[in-house]
């Protein structure tokens, strides 16, 4: 009985940071990996980025930081 | 003032470095692209307007896909379940890499994917592919750590059901040869 709450704790902080390897290492989780990275490999779509660019030019209009036009 | 500044400029220098994560999440959750798009978009707009909020050094990524998430479940409340599509037209639109797991394999575990349950799909997606541990996953979905995981482990199961495969054997060369038959028919 004296043993098991250390076992766990030392169980936990082990999987702190990254998932047990049973979970890493299977061809399902291989695959969502392929999925997801292939997907971020695309990169960020105009639309965002330019969304991005008039959130910036909102906020300097507000701040009255107006940047000259280049 | 400088410090405000500096806050915003790697405020934005950390969120452009997650947007490719964050949009594979939405990507991963509805099932669409475009769905994601607006999801991640409205995502932007609302982590943009509470930039203050987040304190620098804390993990953006987790931040970010918790406001993505909530932003998610609010619209699915408000528009019923429409978002959420089974045979999802995003294995029609996703770019194909043939010579990795094999397209056609790839097109099927998105379709199995969809299948699940949504806590189950981003329980699995949030560990195995985001790069979360189970307490990030927990703390993002507002639910215990064993939730997590037992939602991880049905996921599992339902996908080697729907796939057909057991939790030990790795996909071998059949589905690259399949990918390769394939094309070669449908020149």
């Not at chain 1, 392929?34 to 910036?56: F, R």
């Not at chain 2, 406001?67 to 996703?94: C, P, V, W």
Request: glycine residues 6%; charged residues 25%; hydrophobic residues 35%.
């Amino acid at each position: 009985m004296m043993n098991k709450p250390n076992a766990e704790n030392s169980k936990k902080r082990l999987n702190g940071g990254l998932p047990p390897a049973d979970v890493v290492q299977d061809g399902i989780a291989m695959r969502l990996r392929e999925l997801y990275s292939n997907i971020e490999n695309e990169g960020i779509p105009d639309n965002l980025l330019h969304l991005l660019e008039k959130l910036d030019e909102a906020e300097r209009a507000q701040t009255g930081q107006q940047t000259p036009e280049v | 003032m400088a410090d405000t500044e500096s806050h915003q400029l790697q405020f934005k220098r950390e969120l452009l470095k997650t947007l490719p994560s964050l949009r594979a999440f939405a990507i991963s959750l509805t099932g669409t692209y475009d769905k994601a798009d607006d999801l991640v978009q409205e995502a932007v707009v609302r982590a943009w307007s509470r930039q203050d909020s987040f304190e620098l050094g804390t993990n953006m990524k987790a931040w970010l896909f918790t406001i993505l998430r909530n932003e998610f479940y609010s619209q699915m409340r408000k528009r019923g379940r429409e978002i959420s599509d089974a045979e999802g037209t995003y294995t029609e639109q996703m770019s194909v890499h043939p010579n990795q797991i094999g397209a056609l394999d790839m097109k099927d575990f998105m379709v199995a994917l969809n299948k699940l349950a949504e806590d189950q799909r981003e329980a699995i997606i949030l560990v195995c592919a985001s790069g979360f541990s189970y307490e990030e996953a927990a703390n993002i979905c507002g639910c215990a750590v064993g939730t997590i995981k037992s939602r991880i482990n049905r996921a599992r199961g339902r996908l080697q059901e729907l796939l057909g495969i057991d939790g030990e054997s790795e996909y071998g060369p059949e589905p690259h040869i399949a990918a390769v038959l394939r094309h070669t028919v449908s020149i």
